[in-house]
C-alpha cells in the first residue's frame, strides 16, 4: 500500500457543526502533515507530527484540533469554523521528515455555510 | 525570509515542445527539493525528489535539477503532452521536516 487515504472527499458544514476529517496510510511512515490550500495558491503547513506527537503548530485556530490516534492515523477535529475555512485539506506522510519526499492524499474540499 | 519563487506563472505550449519550469529559493542551505504536480481540485503528486547532495534527478521524460549555489532548481519536461497540463509545485525543505512550497506554475499543453 503506497497510498495516503483521505476521507471524507467532500464536507459541507454549518459554522456551529462539529466534524472531522480523517486520514490514514499504511506505509509505515511515522511523520504526518496537515496542509490547508486555498484555490489558486500553495499549500500551507498546519500541523505536524512525529512518531504520533504534535512537532509543529504554524498558528493554527484552536477551532482546528488534530489528533494521532496511532502511527497509521491522523485526524482532524473541526468546530466552529468561519466561511473563510473553506478550502482543500490536505494530507501528508513521509517515513521520517523529508529526506524521502512527502506521500499526499488527495485532499477533503470543506465548504463552511 | 525563507521564500519559493516559480516563474512563469503560467505556461501555454503546444504539443511536443520540450519545456523547463524553474524554481528559485532564498536560502541555499537546504535539506530537500521535491517537485510536485497539482490537477485542478485534486492532491498533489510526487514527481521527483532531490536531496541536498544531489544535482538532477530522471524520472521518464522529466529531469529535475538542483544548483544550491544559485537557489535554484528546474524541472525539464521532453516531449510534451496534453496530458501534462497541471500545475507543478516547487517546495523546498530548509530544516529537514518541513516542506515550503512555491505559488506554481500552470501549464497548458495545447494538442
Known amino acids: 500500500d503506497t497510498e495516503v487515504t483521505q476521507t471524507p472527499k467532500h464536507l459541507v458544514m454549518g459554522m456551529t457543526n462539529k466534524k472531522s476529517l480523517k486520514c490514514e496510510q499504511h506505509?509505515?511512515?511515522?511523520?504526518m502533515y496537515w496542509y490547508k490550500q486555498k484555490a489558486k495558491k500553495p499549500p500551507e503547513l498546519m500541523f505536524v507530527?512525529?512518531?504520533?506527537?504534535?512537532?509543529i503548530n504554524e498558528s493554527v485556530p484552536s477551532r482546528f484540533s488534530p489528533e494521532c490516534p496511532n502511527s497509521s492515523l491522523l485526524n482532524l477535529h473541526l468546530h466552529a469554523l468561519q466561511p473563510e475555512d473553506s478550502a482543500l485539506y490536505l494530507c501528508?506522510?513521509?517515513?521520517?521528515?523529508?529526506?524521502?519526499?512527502?506521500?499526499f492524499g488527495s485532499g477533503t474540499r470543506l465548504t463552511v455555510v | 525570509k525563507q521564500e519559493v519563487t516559480q516563474i512563469p506563472a503560467a505556461l501555454s505550449v503546444p504539443e511536443g515542445e520540450n519545456l523547463v519550469l524553474n524554481c528559485s529559493f532564498t536560502?541555499?542551505?537546504?535539506?530537500?527539493l521535491q517537485w510536485f504536480r497539482q490537477d485542478p481540485g485534486k492532491g498533489l503528486t510526487s514527481l521527483l525528489l532531490?536531496?541536498?547532495?544531489?544535482r538532477e534527478q530522471t524520472s521518464g521524460r522529466l529531469n529535475a535539477s538542483l544548483d544550491k549555489s544559485s537557489g535554484r532548481s528546474t524541472l525539464y519536461i521532453a516531449a510534451s503532452q496534453p496530458g501534462d497540463s497541471a500545475t507543478y509545485l516547487c517546495?523546498?525543505?530548509?530544516?529537514?521536516?518541513?516542506?515550503?512550497f512555491g505559488t506554481g506554475t500552470s501549464l497548458t499543453v495545447i494538442p
Open positions: 536560502d541555499s542551505a537546504i535539506y530537500n
Open positions: 507530527y512525529s512518531y504520533e506527537k504534535l512537532s
Open positions: 501528508a506522510s513521509s517515513p521520517q521528515g523529508s529526506g524521502y519526499g512527502y506521500t
Open positions: 506505509m509505515g511512515h511515522r511523520a
Open positions: 517546495a523546498v525543505d530548509w530544516t529537514g521536516n518541513q516542506f515550503y
Open positions: 532531490i536531496q541536498s547532495s544531489q
